[in-house]
């Protein structure tokens, strides 16, 4: 039955992949986590396990969510982080008993703890938000050109000057509707 759901949109950074779930927040919003169960299913895909989830963490995740969404969107534009946002995304890092391991690939994954709660997986996405909005890795916070959209992202392109949250969806749209606007038939007056 899980057609019913939007599909994720999943990228390659995990704080703004989270961020993410709700996607066209300036068009017709669509929530792509309204269920618990729906939470547990989009952190499972980013190696995040956990048992289950209540709502009242999946409400935890959504302020989050939109926590990250408020820092990033004012990193982004050179804006004071707004406060709220950073102590909810300061405490759901501290909250969490998660451990960075390295995994016999040689990249990083994460350990949560032999309870897998959803406050262990928090801590990693808010952990993850923080060294991006701290600008600790290479790439640049950026927002999604798309009105309807205007998504925080963190753009790792050479140039830093990646203009879609995605290029599948938001990038498509906005190509689309330039390519329908420029080879629309415009009627000529009869003469």
Same mark, same amino acid.
């Given at each position: 039955?899980?057609?019913?759901?939007?599909?994720?949109?999943?990228?390659?950074?995990?704080?703004?992949?989270?961020?993410?779930?709700? @996607?066209? %927040?300036?068009?017709?919003?669509?929530?792509?986590?309204? *269920?618990?169960?729906?939470?547990?299913?989009?952190?499972?895909?980013?190696?995040?396990?956990?048992?289950?989830? *209540?709502? #009242?963490?999946?409400?935890?995740?959504?302020?989050?969510?939109? @926590?990250?969404? /408020?820092?990033?969107?004012?990193?982004?534009?050179?804006? =004071?982080?707004?406060?709220?946002?950073?102590?909810?995304?300061?405490?759901? @890092?501290?909250?969490?008993? =998660?451990?960075?391991?390295?995994?016999?690939?040689?990249?990083?994954?994460?350990?949560?703890?032999? /309870?897998?709660?959803?406050?262990? /997986?928090? @801590?990693?996405? #808010? #952990?993850? =938000?923080?060294?991006?909005?701290?600008?600790?890795?290479?790439? &640049?916070?950026?927002?999604?050109?798309?009105?309807?959209?205007? =998504?925080?992202?963190?753009?790792?392109?050479?140039?830093?000057? %990646?203009?879609?949250?995605?290029?599948?969806?938001?990038?498509?749209?906005? &190509? &689309?509707?330039?390519?329908?606007?420029?080879?629309? &038939? *415009?009627?000529?007056? #009869?003469?």
């Amino acid at each position: 039955m899980r057609a019913e759901f939007p599909d994720f949109r999943l990228g390659t950074v995990l704080a703004t992949s989270f961020t993410g779930t709700l @996607s066209e %927040r300036r068009g017709n919003p669509v929530e792509r986590i309204p *269920t618990p169960q729906r939470l547990v299913d989009w952190l499972a895909v980013y190696g995040l396990a956990v048992d289950s989830c *209540t709502t #009242a963490q999946l409400d935890l995740a959504r302020e989050l969510r939109e @926590s990250i969404h /408020a820092a990033a969107t004012a990193a982004a534009i050179q804006d =004071a982080l707004p406060a709220n946002a950073v102590r909810v995304i300061n405490d759901c @890092s501290v909250q969490g008993r =998660a451990a960075a391991i390295l995994a016999p690939d040689g990249q990083r994954q994460w350990q949560l703890s032999s /309870a897998s709660s959803v406050e262990d /997986a928090l @801590s990693v996405i #808010a #952990a993850d =938000a923080i060294s991006i909005i701290a600008g600790e890795r290479d790439g &640049k916070l950026a927002l999604c050109a798309s009105p309807t959209c205007q =998504a925080a992202f963190f753009d790792t392109s050479q140039s830093r000057t %990646r203009r879609w949250c995605d290029m599948n969806t938001c990038g498509n749209r906005q &190509k &689309k509707a330039r390519f329908n606007a420029t080879h629309r &038939k *415009t009627p000529t007056p #009869a003469e």
